[in-house]
């Protein structure tokens, strides 16, 4: 059952995308509106039947469908994958229902990429196969470039070129890692495979030398598609220029297939490379919280701000990751899930004031309480759980992040093994402060206040009927359609707030699992000081050109 299901989540999209391409282009919009609805519906019988939410196992468990060289069409996920694709085709039909009176032309393109991309991220988080996985993760970028290129903004080209060959290039360098991985198990046990699970074994009993080197080319296109500071240059420009449903899956999902990368391939793969860079990457997770942090609060553009600040987000949740113990990547996968809920519900906020107002300066917008109360409860409500207020979803992620940080140190806490310790925590912590300060400040310019409305302003939510008319011609509140969009989002949102224990129980066991080989590991670390001998992990060609029986 579990199979069928599976597959049917990877090809009632591309049906979608078929019908659309051959259904009169009016139709374009109710076919990918059902169709996500469908495909969400089975996400929840998926789930429904999922027997790996207590042991952190992978399901379903079959061999799949061989195609050659090793490479096997197989399909499974882990509780956290299942959480993943929860949340994506949940996302989906929202975004789709949000583009209804914003995308006016080129119907039949528009919605038919969305499906492409639905399948393409799916694949992802069902893929056991290396090969699978990396067609899937890699397809995602031509959906959204077009996106963005067909639909975006002023700037749509330059963005959708940067975002293309950004993440193109990063994970041309995950491939070599894939393949190195694949290569050397091939010379060890006699034959090809692409088998995750088997890979990740293969891989955590080479070298050190070799993990050293293997972990850093499988984190370069990961640290990009997060993306991590300071690879991070691409994200903003590309939400900024994306329509509002692209902006939406952006942040919501696609860039979870980073974070999902590090944790289900890098990871598992290279435990000493993921211990011997801990500290470096934790740096970095710091650098993009404060910097980004900063150069939200001076952003002037409301949707820039929101796209920098996913990348403080972001490094919140790279730092649970790299704390190298359950508590901090337990937040860290509870911080994918919630940034993609508020963040995402963030972007639709924006987008119904743009198609109102067609700006996003928050220089000319102010007061819209007045004008549109409704519209700003979310706006606040939101941004509240973005930022982390407690009883709302954005809190347990983030406190969660933060204190398998700070009791990542040596010795301090048995079972909870890392090398970090309260310094890192603390100074991430202040990027909370920093987050307070813009949001609010955001809040701020565009809810309270005089009112500020610019010229030009467009009566009736864009002309296509957002409310009744307005005795003075000027933008009206949410209509039903965005209320119902909305609403859905902030259920989920409060729910996980107040009762976040199932979903942490569920994300426990694979959590321990992923992790399982980096207590010993941590432990030698520090009693050694290093696990890679300095003379022999300077030059990668030594380390990666040692015979197959160097293999330890």
Known sequence: MLSTLSTLLLI??????????????RLSKWIATFATLGVFAVSLAFAWGFPGWTDGSIAPADAGIPIGLGIQLSLGADAVGVMLILLTTFLMPLAMIGSFTAVKERLREYYGWFMLLEAAMLGVFLAKDAIVFYTAYEFTLVPMYFLIA??????????????????FFGSMLTLAGVIYIAAQNAMAAGEWT?????LAEFASSMSPERQFWVFILLMAGFAVKVPLFPWHTWLPLAHDQAPTAGSVILAGTLLKLGTYGVYRI???????????????????????IVVTALICWVQHDVKKLVAYSSVSHLGFCMLGLFSLNSIGATGSVMYMINHGLSTGALFLCIGMIYERYHTKDMDQLGGLFRRMPVWSFFMVFFTFASLGLPGLNGFIGEFLCLMGCFIAEPNSVAGYPGILGPWYAVVAGSGLVLAAMYLLIMLGKLVWGPLKEPHGAEPHGH????GHDHADGLPT?????????????????LAIGLYPKPMLEAIAPSVEKTLAAYPKHVEKYVRDGSLVKPAESKDPTVALAQPADSIK
């Open 12 to 25: 009632l999209p591309l049906l979608a995308a078929g019908a659309i391409a051959l259904a009169p282009e």
């Open 150 to 167: 067909i639909y975006g903004g002023a700037d749509r080209r330059p963005a959708s070129i940067k975002f293309f060959l950004y993440t």
């Open 194 to 198: 692409f088998d995750l699970a088997r």
């Open 266 to 288: 890098a990871l598992p793969s290279a435990p000493i490379g993921g211990v011997e860079l801990n500290q470096l990457l934790a740096v970095l997770c710091i650098l993009g």
């Open 463 to 466: 002309g296509h009927g957002h």
């Open 477 to 493: 509140d949410l209509s039903a359609r965005e209320i119902g969009i909305l609403i859905p989002l902030a259920v989920v949102c």
